[in-house]
């Protein structure tokens, strides 16, 4: 494969759950890839929507741009981004080797992708923040509960460090629930503590913590977190 650039247009990284899934996939697949951090909730122009348009036609961050040849290629869509990386790079192994395994893990990945409204709606992501739980509604704990029960069964089966052995698209697009639970200290087993751990201490995650302090330092985040 010619050499690829790659960069990554991503929101206000104390918030944007969605961006943070594919920086952690360009990370494991050990890429080199600029970021262009667009603020969220900027209603003056030019807005945020007016800032993200420039760069797809979807107008939602995250964004991922690929020059090669030539010509540049716009994908969007965080699992659609986590996807490009995967199959772009077949040797970082960010699907499990096993069909059967893939196929759960794949599961598992738009599983996120497409659920558990409740959790992102009451458990927002304040990446750099620290919240008391708030009083969960009867749905947020049901999806709660399963996401536990998801990472557990995974963690039982796979026995390795991450949900499916080594790291994958899954962890990919658990992170920010993983930030999220940490954030508003909701109570897991032992085994879901120690995977959170291990997610947490990934360079990509210690990375976006470091940009997340300092939107917060810089007077970002002051708004209630986005979903
Ligand atoms: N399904 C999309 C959702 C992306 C999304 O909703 N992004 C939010 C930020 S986290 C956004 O771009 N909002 C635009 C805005 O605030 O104007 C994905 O997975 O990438």
Redesign the pocket.
Known sequence: MAMARYTLIV??RN?????L??FVALKAAGLAFETVD?R??QTEAP???EQ?LKHSP?????VLKIEENGETLTV??????CETIAERYPEAGLWPDDASARAIARSYACEM?SGFPDVRDQLSMDFAGKQPLPELREDTKTQVARIIAAWSDALSTYKGDFLFGRLSVADCMYAPVVSRFETYGVEVPTAVRAYMDRVLALPAMQEWKVAAEKEVAAGLGSLPP??
């Open positions: 929101g206000t918030w944007s759950s969605w961006s899934r594919p667009i969220l909730r807005t945020t929507r993200i979807a107008g939602k961050v995250p969007w869509d965080s699992l659609a981004i992708h986005l979903r």
